[in-house]
């Protein structure tokens, strides 16, 4: 069961390059979220999406496109990389935002640096 | 943007003791409180959670007392082994009815080191 697994888990970009992250689950899930992890900040919301060719704005969006085409996959791009977008990003899907299954399960993670 | 505040942001327990994690909210419309678990080079998972309707729930070591009036909850872990030694993130979600609905609101998180 590989839950949710995101690629690469590791990478290394130039100011202005891009690159898309993907973000893959096998729960059927209908939400998926992408979050980014800084020292002292927590997780934040970056862009999330309730269902297939949906997706919305989290708390930092900037920067930061994404695509949900189908419903197991949900990528995360970064046009023109900057700096401040070295962090590590987690992937997460969750059932459901009610109800008992309101579990989020998170990918292992991709640290990226830009320099 | 709504704010969970965790305290403290680092935490050293000697094995055996009880360690304890506040959080403190802001919006009475957050309706579900998770206790996230995150180890090295991991992803976070879910620990343990609670609805605003209980005061208490217990699962093993774990405890998450809520206390409503005060809009605070914090996590208890009993008998404290080196194998909870791990970050820990206090979360918090809005109702169905309210705006931005599927977002989890976490804490900065507290690193937790308990030591033989």
């Known amino acids: 069961n590989a839950g949710v697994t995101q690629t690469p888990k590791f990478r290394v970009l130039k100011t202005g390059q891009s690159m898309t992250l993907l973000c893959a689950q096998d729960m059927n899930h209908e939400y998926m979220y992408w979050y980014r992890q800084d020292p002292g900040m927590g997780l934040r919301l970056i862009h999330y999406?309730?269902?297939?060719?949906?997706?919305a704005k989290g708390e930092v969006p900037d920067g930061y496109n994404v695509s949900r085409l189908k419903k197991q996959n949900f990528l995360l791009g970064l046009e023109s990389a900057a700096p401040s977008q070295t962090s590590v990003y987690f992937c997460a899907s969750s059932y459901s935002t009610g109800g008992l299954n309101t579990e989020a399960f998170f990918g292992q993670g991709t640290r990226l640096t830009v320099v | 943007q709504q704010q969970v505040k965790q305290s403290p942001q680092s935490l050293i327990v000697q094995k055996g003791g009880i360690s304890i994690i506040n959080c403190a909210y802001e919006n009475t419309a957050f309706d579900y409180f998770p206790w996230y678990q995150q180890f090295p080079g991991k992803g976070p998972a879910l620990l343990i959670a609670?609805?605003?309707?209980?005061s208490e729930k217990k699962e093993g070591r774990f405890t998450i007392s809520f206390n409503k009036s005060a809009k605070q909850f914090s996590l208890h872990i009993m008998d404290s082994q080196p194998g909870d030694s791990a970050t820990y993130f206090c979360?918090?979600?809005?109702?169905?009815?309210?705006?931005?609905?599927?977002?989890?609101?976490f804490g900065k998180g507290t690193k937790l080191s308990v030591i033989p």
């Open positions: 609670i609805r605003p309707d209980v």
């Open positions: 979360a918090a979600k809005l109702g169905l009815s309210g705006a931005g609905s599927y977002q989890l609101t």
């Open positions: 999406s309730v269902g297939e060719g949906t997706t």
